[in-house]
């Protein structure tokens, strides 16, 4: 559960403000909440762990009088009235949401970036989400900070492209200057690396696979007994538990780097 007292929603940077900025789909005729109302009421329901249409509308109208108040409700009668759950869903439905996405994460990163070092990108298809053969599942490229656990950003990956070039566009946004970037074996062409080492410039971390054979072979023939002596790790997923020898220097992070570049 989320403290409403603590939350950041009031002022020049608060998270109304920025939810103004959004182009109102609605048709003006008849509008009796202003659009950053219901997505900020909306979204602290999200953040308060409610999910569904119902479980949104019925958190919000459980909110005190002077929570309503907090969160810009305007006085109806004795209280403070608030949309109903028809209202909500279908203003939900019509947002872009690439553009909430923005608001948002810029909103969220305001403070929360300096607090990771160290950032992932991976990409997940949302279950549900496809119907069988007939209707793609969405597909969306996140990144996450490693510390706090923050998604950051995310942008969802169309059917005719794939997450390769999407990770420019995920990036852009952020300030990573300095940061370290994990990213997996997808990831390992030489745009993504130059993307991020030269146009950031961040530091990136790949897993080297048979998609890019030249890098692999190069990283494979290097004699780790003349480096920094090797770590081992426990890794569970999957149903199954690996134990994995991890050996990392200098001189190969430097050969990698220059290969990628």
Same mark, same amino acid.
């Given at each position: 559960?989320?403290? %409403? =007292? ?6 020049? !940077?608060?998270?109304? =403000?920025?939810?103004? #900025? ?8 008849? &509008?009796? @909440?202003? %659009? ?14 409610? &999910?569904? =249409?119902?479980?949104? !509308? ?12 907090? @969160? ?7 209280? @403070? ?23 948002? *994460?810029?909103? %969220? ?9 160290? %950032?992932?990108? =991976? /990409? ?5 989400? /496809?119907?069988? +053969? ?26 005719? #492209? ?19 970037? #994990? ?6 062409? #030489? ?8 146009? $950031? ?7 080297? $696979?048979? *998609?890019?054979? !030249? ?12 480096? !920094? ?6 890794? $569970? ?9 991890? +050996? ?6 430097? $050969? ?6």
């Amino acid at each position: 559960m989320i403290d %409403l =007292d603590t939350l950041n929603c009031a002022g020049p !940077s608060g998270l109304r =403000d920025r939810l103004s #900025t959004l182009i109102d789909p609605r048709h003006q005729r008849g &509008i009796r @909440f202003p %659009l950053e109302e219901i997505l900020l009421l909306a979204l602290a329901a999200v953040l308060a762990g409610r &999910i569904s =249409d119902v479980a949104i !509308s019925d958190w919000i109208h459980d909110l005190s009088p002077e929570h309503r108040e907090r @969160f810009g409700c305007r006085r109806g009668g004795p209280t @403070f009235t608030v949309p109903n759950e028809a209202t909500i869903r279908r203003t939900l439905q019509s947002l872009d949401g690439d553009a909430v996405d923005a608001v948002v *994460n810029e909103w %969220l990163t305001q403070h929360s970036l300096q607090d990771d070092d160290a %950032l992932a990108v =991976d /990409g997940k298809s949302l279950r549900g989400s /496809g119907h069988g +053969r007939r209707t793609r599942p969405v597909h969306l490229l996140a990144v996450m900070g490693h510390r706090t656990g923050q998604v950051l950003g995310q942008v969802d990956v169309a059917r005719k #492209t794939n997450e390769i070039p999407m990770i420019k566009d995920l990036l852009a946004p952020l300030d990573i200057a300095g940061n370290v970037v #994990t990213v997996d074996a997808l990831h390992t062409p #030489t745009e993504t690396g130059q993307s991020l080492v030269e146009d $950031k410039p961040a530091y990136d971390i790949m897993e080297v $696979k048979m *998609n890019q054979p !030249s890098l692999y072979e190069a990283v494979a023939a290097v004699e780790w007994d003349d480096y !920094s002596p090797p770590s081992i790790t426990l890794n $569970k997923g999957h149903g199954r538990i690996e134990q994995r020898t991890v +050996r990392t220097s200098d001189a190969v992070l430097n $050969k990698c780097a220059l290969l990628l570049s």
